[in-house]
């Protein structure tokens, strides 16, 4: 019986071991999210991102069921919530579990739905999330705390140099015009003191409804008028409308800059975020005929 015992307690422990030393799954609804979980996590979590596609329209997705499989067998999801991934709260609902972690970003920014749910644009997002993270996963799982922490604190660390640079505009761009064919960009236009002119044109178009007459020729008006430095539009969705002031402001020789909804595959969250501010750098700086 004793020697019953002592095995079964090697077995249990052995059990509990090799349980351990499974990788912690993470489910991020956005591929940048998941970077991110990635970098900080290390060997000790693997890591599934839902929207990774650069060619396809986020707001147009449609979860399925491997989607739903992954995320019932998620032991950490995140997500970005203010209503951009609604897929993804109707998936939890439906895969109730009392030990997973859900992080959304928008419940860590104070925002919600009906807010610009474009949040990786603000720079205060992937700190608090990166902070978020490395707590919850030390949760989780104790025994690799310290390496979450290590990678929270490196992976800050490759913010330096985007922070400097959104400083760095902001100085010599404080208080010039700007707009957009939608608000993708709108918390780092912010950020960067830029004026973003046509805003309810951008959450019409946003959103798949016609903006109304006035906002149009508002719009026009101001790229013909050259009373705007630069637009900036989602090369991730197409239109006739947004179509039609991109090709304005080229007809005027107003810059036209774009941007994305999705990292781009090969990627960092810092690289991608410093590849455009670099290319809007540019267009601000252009002298224009």
């Known amino acids: 019986m004793r020697v019953f015992v002592f095995a079964a307690a090697i077995l249990g422990l052995a059990t509990a071991a090799a349980a351990q030393a499974e990788p912690v799954a993470i489910v991020a609804a956005e591929n940048f999210y998941g970077d991110v979980a990635a970098r900080i996590g290390g060997k000790s ?110 992976f800050l660390a ?42 309810r044109f951008q959450l019409a178009v946003m959103n798949d409804t016609e903006p109304g007459a006035g906002e149009i020729a508002a719009f026009e008006n101001d790229l013909r008028g050259r009373r705007v430095r630069a637009l900036l539009y989602n090369n991730q969705a197409s239109g006739a409308l947004p179509g039609r002031m991109q090709a304005l402001a080229a007809a005027n020789h107003i810059p036209v800059v774009g941007v994305s909804e999705t990292e781009p595959a090969g990627e960092t969250y810092p690289h991608w975020m410093l590849r455009q501010l670099a290319a809007l750098d540019a267009a601000l700086g252009a002298r224009t005929p």
């Open 45 to 154: 979590v693997a890591v599934t991102s839902i929207l990774a596609n650069p060619d396809q329209d986020p707001h147009s997705f449609e979860a399925g069921a491997s989607t739903a499989r992954r995320i019932a067998a998620s032991r950490l999801v995140v997500y970005n919530g203010a209503d951009y991934d609604p897929w993804m709260v109707k998936l939890l609902a439906g895969s109730p579990s009392s030990t997973r972690v859900v992080i959304e970003i928008a419940a860590l920014l104070h925002r919600k739905p009906g807010d610009n749910p474009h949040l990786w644009y603000d720079p205060a997002a992937m700190p608090a999330f990166a902070r978020a993270l490395a707590s919850r996963l030390g949760e989780i799982d104790p025994a690799h705390r310290a390496d979450y922490d290590r990678g929270r604190d490196a």
């Open 158 to 199: 490759t913010l330096v140099p985007l922070g400097d640079k959104i400083a760095a505009m902001r100085e010599a761009y404080r208080g010039v015009a700007v707009t957009a064919t939608e608000p993708v960009f709108g918390y780092m236009a912010d950020a960067l003191g830029l004026v973003m002119r046509n805003a």
